[in-house]
């Protein structure tokens, strides 16, 4: 990266300050989630419960019964976050999403990741031209085989984000695009602040620290950012699948098939996207120049198109 750490536009004052800063929930956002998504617990994430919506995800919103529960008592859940986060904010901490971190007065980041001199090195950068090629063939074949492209939509937006949207600071006034480089600036602060490990070991991580999330608060944060990212773009793709049913006529019929096919996909997304996601991230971090990430890049998706071919050809 050209001028180093300090300079890199995802590091910037104001970033850090738009990061930091506490946003009340809407209350027709969470309306929204809960009438289209509120059986697999979309509202409950985007009103701090994970846990509960996990459970709501895996129990389908507790046979409904659950799901139109929360329907009612929308307006107390959303008055109740807003509450909790401004106690948070009152007490100097980030926000909930940003929890990892320390007090924004604490954040240094006018220098290198304190682990960068264990983790960079030539081997590290050819071990992850390995890791990224076996991630995009198999990613290439299975969406090729099982017709689930949504993983190489979200890889591909991921990797054009992080290094173009993310440094162009007019992009980030299109209201979309404006969370997703929003995300992206999330994941190179966790990954700035946490120590990734071996390449191995960060290529494996965001799988099996879905296991461990609920007792380790950091693989908690780790698991919920490569979460965000896939089902912001999957939520977009089940909203097309809610309209074509809705013309077509027969809704609730395929309302049960499309929660499952959403659930399929956002786990698909998420055994993909995640690893790739969090090798070029911290290459991102390690690079000296960004040509480095390019070319990883670049590896990524030849991988992916040639997975596609084997199994078309």
Request: net charge positive; proline share 5%.
């Amino acid at each position: 990266m050209s001028g180093g750490l300090a300079a890199d536009p995802d590091f910037s004052p104001e970033v850090v300050v738009d990061l930091y800063r506490y946003r009340p929930r809407n209350l027709w956002t969470a309306r929204f989630l809960a009438v289209l998504f509120g059986p697999i617990g979309a509202h409950r994430f985007y009103c701090g419960k994970p846990a509960s919506a996990v459970l709501m995800l895996l129990t389908v919103g507790g046979g409904l019964a659950w799901w139109i529960w929360d329907l009612f008592h929308l307006r107390a859940m959303v008055a109740a976050c807003d509450a909790q986060d401004r106690e948070r904010e009152a007490r100097g901490e980030p926000p909930r999403g940003m929890g990892f971190l320390p007090p924004q007065e604490r954040l240094r980041l006018n220098q290198a990741p304190h682990w960068a001199s264990r983790r960079a090195g030539r081997g590290r950068v050819l071990g992850s031209v390995l890791v990224l090629s076996l991630i995009g063939l198999a990613l290439g074949s299975v969406s090729g085989a099982t017709g689930f492209f949504e993983p190489v939509v979200v890889l591909t937006l991921f990797i054009l984000i992080s290094l173009v949207a993310a440094r162009v600071s007019g992009l980030t006034r299109i209201p979309v695009l404006n969370a997703l480089v929003r995300w992206v600036h999330r994941l190179r602060l966790f990954y700035h602040t946490v120590d990734p490990g071996s390449l191995w070991l960060l290529a494996a991580r965001p799988i099996y620290g879905v296991f461990v999330a609920p007792w380790q608060p950091k693989a908690r944060a780790e698991v919920r950012l490569h979460l965000q990212f896939g089902g912001i773009v999957v939520v977009l793709s089940t909203l097309w699948d809610v309209l074509e049913l809705l013309q077509g006529g027969g809704f609730w019929a395929g309302f049960a098939m499309l929660l499952a096919q959403f659930a399929e996909t956002l786990v698909f997304t998420y055994l993909f996207v995640a690893p790739a996601s969090a090798i070029l991230t911290t290459q991102l971090l390690l690079a000296r120049r960004d040509v480095v990430v390019w070319i990883l890049s670049a590896i990524t998706l030849t991988a992916i198109f040639m997975g596609l071919r084997l199994v078309s050809g």
